[in-house]
């Protein structure tokens, strides 16, 4: 049963002939795990704004929120780290180079908990200087450190579990991670539920449940990247040994990756400070609106994974016009899903942010509003997911640091100090900004993507 689940992945990677049905058969899990991880961000949110004193709901709100860039930072290089596991893995086991597909998984396993020991220092020591450059005050300074550091301790698992990803998102296995992912959100509700509501540590009983789910599901990801099982990639611990090659290969190609999710989510903060200056409404609101953005976003970033995937085995195959079909075909469903997702929730956007800002009013509105222009760009950043995937699938990852670089420091972040700072426009202008970076980046990612070489990085003969 094991080497036919294998066979049919294989199948849906590199023989299929209906794309369409093989991209959404292998994207479904991930939109699924994806769709849950935006539900588990939302569960720290959803306790906090309805179980917390009124007194400081909105300080609550703002300290959960406004540190989301802060963990995009810290797990950057790790992300990068992942996205060349992911080329490397998927290209060896397309060019049928099992072995080799192992020893990058262990080279991945390495590197992730060295980073994720790494970050978890630097979280905790230095949050309280990240969150006082932020513009952060008095109570909601408190609750920003509080909850950084509490969460600090979850990198080292997690950074972990983005090795066991890689190594069955490139062999085409999305349903397994999918699984580990509900295991974790199930849990992270009732922890953080129960710590809110039994013991009323607010805040902090948001950021324990989290560390705890993320902590709980670690052994179980680990016995299955150790078990025996031919259907997919295991390791074992005599594999468990430095390789200065394979780590500068992963090194080379996922540098650009890292920096590329670093200046992202550094982009991110700083946006995040200028939103802060407009007060804790606007805050509310701009995070609100981008969560539940999030939730309609997932199945074109599931797809975007998924054609990663299979560029990296067709390429390794060498079968160039088959990937190129992949990427064809995946914006193509990117653009029907997004504009569909727009059209049904459009209609619901009061209700969508009541759930979370109904003690909020005057963020209430503004979350509507700016869910008005995040939800009409769908389309443009489900293609931006797609262009990353090919980008990072191929191993050409300098193309996505060139595109995320561009939408966000040459265009978004200027834009919204330009508006702020010298025309004096409103908090809105800040939702114009970014419908204009999302448009220019569609360009900008056509030209890269034209000139992106779809070439093996690693080849049969490599690594006996």
Not at 130 to 148: D, F, H, N, P, T
Not at 235 to 243: E, F, N, Q, T
């Amino acid at each position: 049963m094991y080497h036919s689940r294998s066979a049919s992945r294989r199948k849906h990677l590199l023989e299929s002939k209906n794309l369409y049905l093989s991209i959404l058969v292998l994207s479904l899990p991930i939109f699924l795990s994806n769709l849950m991880k935006a539900l588990n961000s939302f569960i720290d949110m959803y306790f906090v704004s309805n179980l917390v004193p009124e007194d400081i709901v909105s300080e609550s709100i703002t300290a959960i929120s406004i540190t989301f860039p802060i963990f995009a930072i810290s797990q950057a290089f790790a992300y990068g780290v992942m996205a060349a596991g992911i080329a490397l893995i998927s290209q060896a086991l397309g060019a049928g180079r099992k072995d080799m597909a192992t020893k990058i998984t262990a080279q991945l396993l390495l590197l992730t908990a060295v980073l994720g020991v790494v970050m978890n220092a630097v979280l905790y020591f230095a949050s309280p200087t990240i969150v006082s450059w932020m513009g952060a005050k008095g109570k909601e300074r408190e609750l920003m450190i509080q909850y950084v550091q509490i969460r600090s301790f979850e990198m080292v698992p997690l950074f972990i579990y983005f090795a066991f990803h890689a190594s069955r998102q490139a062999s085409g296995d999305t349903v397994t991670p999918f699984i580990v992912n509900m295991i974790m959100i199930l849990f992270n509700i009732f922890m953080t539920w129960f710590l809110i509501t039994r013991y009323d540590l607010g805040v902090a009983g948001a950021a324990y449940g989290t560390l705890a789910a993320n902590v709980i599901i670690a052994p179980i990801f680990m016995v299955m990247l150790f078990w025996k099982n031919p259907s997919h990639i295991y390791l074992r611990a005599k594999d468990i040994v430095y390789d200065s090659e394979l780590v500068g290969k992963i090194f080379r190609l996922s540098w650009p990756v890292g920096v590329s999710q670093a200046f992202t989510s550094l982009g991110f903060l700083i946006l995040n400070s200028v939103v802060l200056s407009y007060g804790n409404a606007t805050v509310n609101a701009f995070q609100v609106g981008n969560k539940i953005n999030s939730l309609v976003l997932n199945p074109a970033m599931g797809i975007g994974a998924v054609t990663a995937t299979f560029v990296g085995q067709n390429v390794g195959a060498g079968n160039e016009n088959r990937a190129r079909e992949a990427v064809r075909k995946a914006m193509v469903l990117v653009i029907i899903i997004s504009v569909i997702g727009c059209l049904l929730l459009m209609p619901f956007r009061k209700e969508l942010a009541k759930l979370f800002l109904n003690r909020v009013p005057e963020a209430l509105e503004l979350s509507v509003e700016y869910m008005f222009f995040v939800f009409t760009s769908l389309p443009l950043m489900g293609i931006y997911q797609v262009y990353m995937g090919a980008y990072q699938g191929s191993g050409e990852t300098h193309f996505s640091l060139i595109l995320a670089t561009f939408r966000l420091w040459l265009l978004r972040i200027p834009l919204v100090l330009f508006f702020k700072n010298v025309l004096h426009l409103p908090a809105s202008s800040i939702w114009y900004a970014m419908a204009v970076s999302n448009f220019a980046a569609l360009y900008l990612g056509i030209i890269l993507y034209r000139l992106c070489r779809f070439r093996p990085k690693i080849h049969k003969e490599q690594i006996a």
